[in-house]
């Protein structure tokens, strides 16, 4: 089993930044992406990574959101710039058991292990 630790999280002001990190303990050559669940709201697929480095970005975050993966270290990052009041959000990691994303993979299929979330606030 992967355990995922997210960490990174805060409050900034809009057009602010943010790195949010997720350490993976165990083999983690997986595909990973990259969940947020604002307050009161569904959860949604921000963004996913593949083995080979391929990621996929939800619409609102292209161009804003980038992420990294960090394969000696087993860190995935989510770097976030141009922060808006409607990024916030309780973020979350999770892992499949695939090397390639599934194609539902935004919408959770295929994840098999999550984190616990950390929550980043962005004030206007």
């Not at 194609?103 to 004030?123: C, E, F, N, R």
């Amino acid at each position: 089993q992967v355990q995922l630790v997210e960490s990174g999280g805060g409050s900034v002001q809009a057009g602010g930044s943010l790195r949010l990190s997720c350490a993976a303990s165990g083999y983690s050559s997986y595909c990973m992406a990259w969940f947020r669940q604002p307050p009161g709201k569904a959860r949604e697929g921000v963004g996913s990574i593949a083995s080979s480095g391929s990621t996929i970005y939800l619409d609102s975050v292209k161009g804003r959101f980038t992420i990294s993966k960090d394969n000696a270290k087993n860190i995935l990052y989510l770097q976030m710039n141009s922060l808006k009041p409607e990024d916030t959000a309780t973020y979350y990691c999770a892992a499949t058991r695939t090397t390639a994303c599934p194609p539902a993979a935004a919408a959770g299929y295929g994840m098999v292990d999550w984190g616990k979330g950390t929550l980043v606030t962005i004030s206007s």
